[in-house]
């Protein structure tokens, strides 16, 4: 069963659970800078969350929701993702060997949900648009001198296309780069955490998406055996997005 709630209900129900740092995605503000404001807020959100009957009378937080709240805090491995679609939304995907959290949120309402443990990475890719992988191919350029190039040219692409060259990128692998990174519509970026010693620690690198008018691209850097960065531009559908994040998220 999922749970819809305005930012600060979910705000003072989570202080009230003493569940530390709200996860990046999932941060809101309190409501209120006066004390007497502040003490409001608090006053409507426990009288929302009581309506919703996850505050009992007594100010019991019913315990399958607490749950829910615990799990997204403190889970052993974690999806964190933001998306510019028609406005931003962040979302977590959390869980543990046997439960599985959802939490997503756009500044004004966070909505909770439990899922599966297993699939987390199908679960957080599903909530994208539903775009095919876009016109393209495989590009891989080194990252210093990818930003050299976007240093030099700004937002002229044409100019892009020039000035990777300039820095040793083979004409046709240039020539693709940009095409497959013109005419954004829609982004997104995904972080991969994983539990140790105690707490989350982020996979070294992030997985961008981005949707044109032809479809759907990815983004990822790696390290090479020699230590240069290479970032990998390629064509993905759902699928593909799941299983490069999937083994992001398994550490490989």
Not at 189 to 195: M, N, T, V
Not at 228 to 238: F, S
């Amino acid at each position: 069963m999922s749970h819809s709630l305005s930012a600060s209900d979910f705000q003072v129900i989570w202080e009230r659970q003493r569940l530390g740092t709200m996860p990046a995605p999932l941060r809101v503000l309190p409501e209120g800078f006066t004390q007497d404001e502040r003490r409001a807020a608090v006053e409507r959100a426990l009288a929302s969350l009581r309506k919703h009957k996850l505050v009992d009378p007594y100010g019991e937080v019913d315990h399958h929701f607490a749950d829910l709240l615990r799990l997204l805090a403190r889970p052993v491995h974690a999806i964190d993702a933001r998306f510019a679609l028609d406005r931003e939304y962040r979302m977590r995907v959390a869980g543990t060997a046997h439960r599985g959290a959802l939490g997503w949120q756009d500044g004004r309402i966070v909505t909770l949900d439990a899922i599966a443990a297993t699939g987390l990475a199908d679960r957080a890719v599903s909530l994208l648009p539903q775009v095919g992988a876009g016109y393209g191919r495989l590009v891989s350029v080194r990252v210093h001198a990818l930003d050299k190039a976007v240093e030099n040219a700004g937002a002229d692409q044409r100019q892009l296309e020039i000035e990777l060259r300039r820095g040793g990128v083979a004409r046709s692998d240039a020539h693709h780069l940009v095409t497959m990174t013109s005419d954004v519509r829609q982004r997104g970026q995904f972080r991969a955490l994983a539990g140790g010693r105690g707490k989350l620690r982020p996979r070294p690198y992030v997985i961008d998406w981005w949707a044109t008018g032809t479809g759907m691209y990815i983004a990822q850097n790696h390290a090479a055996p020699d230590g240069q960065v290479w970032r990998t531009v390629a064509p993905a559908d759902h699928t593909r997005l799941a299983g490069h994040l999937q083994r992001l998220l398994a550490g490989r």
